[in-house]
Nanobody
C-alpha cells in the first residue's frame, strides 16, 4: 500500500532553516501531487504548500517568501524547504498524496488527499 514518511523535523532557533522530506513508496503511478500541511495544538490543520503531478507548485502567501516545495523524482521524494523560520512555524508537519490533482493554482484542500504520513514535529524557539 501507499506509504509516506516525513523526515527532517526537529528543533531550530528563529531565523534558522529546516528541510523536510516526504518519501513516497508503494504508489503504482509515477505522477502524483504532494501537499504539505501543518497543525499546532488548538489550531486547525493548515495547508502550506503543494506540488502537482505536473510539477506546478503553490505556497501559501503567509510563508511564500520563506518556504519552497520541490521534488526529486528519482528518489520519490518531495521537499519542503523552510528558511528564516519563526516561532509561529512550530507545528506538526504532514505530507499527503493525491492522485487526483494535476495542476496546482492554489492550495488543494485536505479532502483531495488520500494518503497521509504520520507527521514530523517542527519546533522553532525564539
Amino acid at each position: 500500500q501507499v506509504q509516506l514518511a516525513e523526515l527532517g523535523g526537529g528543533s531550530v532557533q528563529a531565523g534558522g532553516s529546516l528541510r523536510l522530506s516526504c518519501v513516497v513508496s508503494g504508489y503504482r503511478y509515477s505522477r502524483y501531487c504532494i501537499g504539505w500541511f501543518r497543525q499546532s495544538p488548538g489550531k486547525e490543520r493548515e495547508g502550506v504548500a503543494a506540488i502537482g503531478a505536473d510539477d506546478s507548485t503553490f505556497v501559501i502567501a503567509s510563508v511564500r517568501d520563506r518556504f519552497s516545495v520541490s521534488r526529486d523524482k528519482a528518489k520519490n521524494t518531495v521537499y519542503l524547504e523552510m528558511n528564516d523560520m519563526k516561532p509561529e512555524d512550530t507545528a506538526m508537519y504532514f505530507c499527503a498524496l493525491s492522485g487526483r490533482v494535476n495542476n496546482i493554482m492554489n492550495m488543494p484542500g485536505s479532502v483531495f488527499f488520500d494518503s497521509w504520513g504520520q507527521g514530523t514535529q517542527v519546533t522553532v524557539s525564539s
